[in-house]
């Protein structure tokens, strides 16, 4: 028995010893790359949970969790069932679920935000991050965008939303405000008298949003965003000696912001944060930031982490973001916590489980079942609804995450009709995307774009090849600000289709707006019904390292 023991206390000293041999001593931003917009996040115990903005994409409201605040796990989605709430058709770009805001309370989580095109702001509930989570409960009277709550020591629940309610006017552009209520959480009543707590930190200071409020050593902070989640974009923070106010705008304003930096600087457009305080006391902050890439922004909004230090000023508890630089950093040292890796998502999905895995969406909620896995393949409906329309398209895809890649999938797919086409698809907006597809007789290069997101959208066919088996690999190869499309009967064969292709239009300076860029699988027969279908054997999404000097 003794010596049962002694193997045992031997290998916990030598897992212990491998561990701390392994563990990095710094980590890299973004902790979520690729379109990971608006984080909020919450801690039970150990372990720490993080929800962000999905606007028309479905599953909504992806959950992520960590026990270090560096390696991520996609878990859930809060919006994970077609019948608990309907992305209806016309629910146009980038609208859709705006700014979570995920805590936890007495057992249970609670995610509250909006939903912008359709009925307004929602509160859902669940024991389980990973799900099921509850159907929505409206919340009547609760004017504006990116709700959040706030649980004060004796245990009454705050809403505080970003919107003017007190008629403050429009004294300049972009002038708005966060205002409270107190609010029932499971029953979403909103109780008692609404009140103004500010309208930014500043005269002339636009678009306040994203409101979080804390209570640190007795003193209340209030945290947002301000400036437009754009050059502009920045966190600034209030503070009060009571929960109702007045919250005065902290001396330090704004707390972190990269809106002085050149747009050549690698990390901009910082804001939108949430803070978090680990087991051992230490705080971090988690943010929305782009990456610039030769002057354009491929990945959209992505989630980055930053030290927090927590003073006491001249205004009262003020946080500083990463001491001594005052910026958000590339690499930095991580949060002083056990070192624990999660699995990858493998880069090859053969499609070998019964349901598809947390990575796969779909624009706007899919109400019937026009997809399906069968004998360890992905079975599309070729539906009417087209990629260019504010609909359900069949279209199921993945967030990019690098900004070189290479994407490949291998289709089985047959059709004696001009209008039926199945194949590879970059997407960003109605708008703006490129498709390479089979059709009839031929392989097509088509490529969407509406010229200042205005006025008609005319699909582009940039170049054909004729085709007429039914089984083809279809491919593109992004780097940097180009993409090659290819094609070919296997893996091995693939040559071009057309010369290179301008991302540009996919980027967030000519696409605009909230969403970010996609890749994945389609099957469309342009506005007419058919009964046809297509295969996916397999779908792969690899990062490509080479260099682009």
């Known amino acids: 028995m003794k010596r049962k023991l002694l193997a045992l206390t031997f290998f916990v000293l030598l897992t212990q010893w491998v561990w701390a041999q392994s563990a990095p001593e710094t980590f890299s931003n973004p902790i979520l790359s690729g379109f990971y917009p608006d ?35 996609k878990i859930g989605h809060g919006l994970h069932r077609p019948d608990q709430i309907v992305y209806e058709a016309g629910l146009r770009n980038s609208n859709g679920i705006f700014a979570p805001t995920i805590r936890y309370h007495e057992g249970t989580f609670y995610i509250i935000t909006t939903m912008v095109g359709q009925k307004g702001n929602f509160i859902i509930k669940a024991k389980d991050p990973a799900g099921p989570w509850s159907d929505p409960i409206w ?10 709550l706030f649980w004060d020591d004796d245990g009454r629940c705050y809403y505080t939303g970003a919107g003017i ?9 972009g002038k708005n405000g966060i205002w ?57 923070v209030f503070n009060s000696k009571n929960l109702w106010g007045p919250y005065i705008p902290n001396h330090a304003n704004p707390v972190i912001t990269h809106r002085h930096l050149a747009k050549s600087h690698p990390i901009g457009q910082t804001g939108h944060a949430d803070l978090i305080q680990t087991v051992d006391g230490a705080w971090w902050s988690v943010m929305l930031a782009k ?20 003073t006491k000023q001249e205004s009262g508890i003020t946080p500083v973001f990463n001491p001594g630089k005052g910026l958000l950093l590339q690499e930095q040292e991580r949060p002083a916590l056990p070192w624990t890796p999660v699995p990858k998502i493998p880069e090859k999905d053969k499609f070998e489980k019964v349901s ?51 994407a490949s999938t291998a289709i089985n797919f047959k059709t004696q009709k001009e209008n039926e086409k199945a194949g ?56 940097g600000l180009e993409v090659q499309f290819k094609y070919g009967d296997t893996s091995e064969t693939l040559k071009p289709i057309g010369a290179a292709q301008d991302y540009r239009i996919l980027t967030d300076e000519i696409a605009q707006k909230f969403n970010g860029v996609y890749i994945g699988m389609y099957a469309g027969s342009e506005g007419k019904k058919s009964k046809n279908t297509a295969t996916f054997d397999w779908f792969q999404l690899s990062p490509l390292s080479i260099s682009l000097m």
């Open 165 to 173: 309610i007190d008629n403050g006017g429009k004294n300049w552009p």
């Open 356 to 406: 598809l895995g947390l990575e796969w969406n779909f624009l706007r909620t899919p109400t019937t079942d026009w997809y399906r896995i069968k004998d360890k393949k992905l079975v599309l409906d070729l539906r009417a609804e087209q990629l260019t329309e504010f609909v359900n398209p069949a279209y199921i895809a993945r967030r990019t995450k690098d900004f070189q890649y290479t």
């Open 424 to 479: 590879l698809v970059i997407y960003r907006r109605n708008g703006n995307q490129y498709q390479l597809l089979k059709g009839k007789d031929a392989i097509s290069l088509v490529r969407v774009f509406q010229k200042n997101n205005q006025g008609p959208i005319t699909p582009e066919i940039i170049a054909s090849v004729p085709y007429k088996h039914s089984k083809i690999v279809l491919a593109c190869e992004v780097t």
């Open 291 to 310: 990456r610039n890439f030769s002057g354009y922004t491929p990945l959209a909004r992505e989630t980055f982490l930053a030290k927090v230090k927590m």
């Open 39 to 73: 984080p909020s996040i919450c801690r039970v115990s150990d372990t720490f949970y993080m929800v962000n903005s999905s606007f028309e994409w479905w599953p909504g409201l992806p959950i992520h969790q960590s026990k270090d605040l560096v390696n991520w796990e």
């Open 139 to 148: 919340i009547a009277d609760a004017p504006g965008i990116d709700p959040s």
């Open 180 to 236: 409270m209520q107190e609010i029932n959480p499971d029953t979403g009543k909103l109780l008692g008298d609404k009140k103004q707590l500010t309208h930014g930190h500043a005269t002339n200071a636009r678009w306040a949003e994203g409101p979080h409020l804390y209570k640190i050593d007795g003193e209340y902070l209030l945290l947002i965003g301000e400036g437009g989640t754009g050059e502009y974009h920045a966190v600034t």
